[in-house]
């Protein structure tokens, strides 16, 4: 399995959690409440998570290109969600 996080400081992280999974759910199965959501999307999935000024993202995936994958969708959506805050995830892999 492989995985990668990043936490997301902006004060606006309940509004782009929402954002994402709303985004997310016209093509894929996303579960989400206020401060919570998981996509499922066919390579990996995403699990995101707000509290206060964070938005916790963790990414997996069965291969390095599926999380690659996954990385790129969530991203870019984040970015351009979030482009008048020049917002950009740093995400962190795990072995």
Do not use: N
């Not at 997301?8 to 996303?30: D, E």
């Not at 290109?65 to 020049?86: P, Q, T």
């Amino acid at each position: 399995m492989y995985l990668s996080r990043a936490e997301v400081k902006t004060p606006k992280a309940g509004r782009y959690l929402a954002q994402l999974c709303k985004h997310f759910a016209h093509k894929i199965t996303v579960d989400w409440t206020p401060d919570s959501g998981v996509a499922e999307f066919g390579m990996g999935m995403c699990r995101m998570r707000c509290a206060e000024d964070v938005l916790f993202l963790s990414c997996e995936a069965e291969t390095q290109e599926g999380l690659e994958k996954v990385l790129y969708i969530v991203d870019d959506h984040l970015s351009r969600f979030a482009w008048k805050e020049g917002i950009k995830a740093d995400w962190r892999t795990e072995a």
